[in-house]
């Protein structure tokens, strides 16, 4: 496999996002002009019934043959849509804006867009009689990106489900979906890509709006050789819900170390988010 081949591998894999899992909250409703605890209990519920627009950077160190540094701009606008009284649809867009580092001799650096993804959740107004809150449906990768190294030149489709429970100030669950190749350049490598995202999260009782979280993005390829199939972080950050004005804003940071990471892929990862919020 060339090393051109390995690097749109890897931004494929890295394009598979999370969907800003901070810290979910006990309930799906849009909390109007509530209180600030209120706003960021529904900004950090990923099924909550809130318009958002999350811009998540991700900065990946040591990346490619010549361990340079790759950024991924995920520019995330979040519409839900309430079907019934019973079920609401929550639709997100992930616009990836890519800074790849070259791969081969006489590559230069390449600066565009990625693959489009467009994930469609159907979720329950209500949680479980057990307290759980969960979303499922459709998650489909677009042949979007502006250059070839900058995507994987195919159409994806495939599943996506997410699930959580609050329990006090503790809330764990876990994001998984799998794309997998529809269509496109059959010249190019097929797609058959998983992501599993579990998390833990830590609200603290007496800071309204600040949170601890864990919630590293593991990712297989599985079409790829044995040794190359997992990319697995480890770490955590630390969010905090502000008003800019009136806008409610979700500010996080974090870094994760890969324990294991294909040829060719990021030591660890630096991501930060800056996400904006509008109550009904």
Known sequence: MSFTTKGTLLVSLLLISPLSLSAPADGHADPGKGSLESIAKAAQNPVAAMISVPFQNNTNF????????QNIL????????????????????????????????????????????FSAFLSPVQPTS?????????????????????????????PSVVF?????????????????????????????????????????????GRYLTFAPIVTVNWEADSGDKWTVPLGGGIGQIIKWGKTPVNLQASAYYNVESPENGADWQMRLQLQFMFPK
């Open 62 to 69: 040591n990346v490619g043959p010549e361990e340079e540094t």
């Open 130 to 158: 057990g307290g759980w809150i969960w979303g499922a449906g459709p998650i489909a990768q677009l042949d979007t990106s502006s250059d070839d190294r900058l995507g994987a030149q195919r159409w994806g489709l495939g």
């Open 74 to 117: 995920n520019i995330q606008p979040v519409i839900p849509f309430s079907l019934n009284e019973n079920w609401n649809l929550i639709t997100r867009t992930i616009i990836p804006v890519i800074s790849q580092p070259r791969f081969a001799p006489g590559q230069d650096r390449e600066n565009g867009i990625g693959d489009v993804q």
């Open 164 to 208: 959580l429970r609050p329990t006090g100030a503790w809330v764990y669950g876990a994001l998984i979906n799998n794309v997998f190749d529809v269509g496109g350049d059959d010249d190019r490598d097929d797609i058959n890509q998983m992501l599993i995202q579990p998390f833990v999260n830590y609200n603290f009782p007496d800071k309204p």
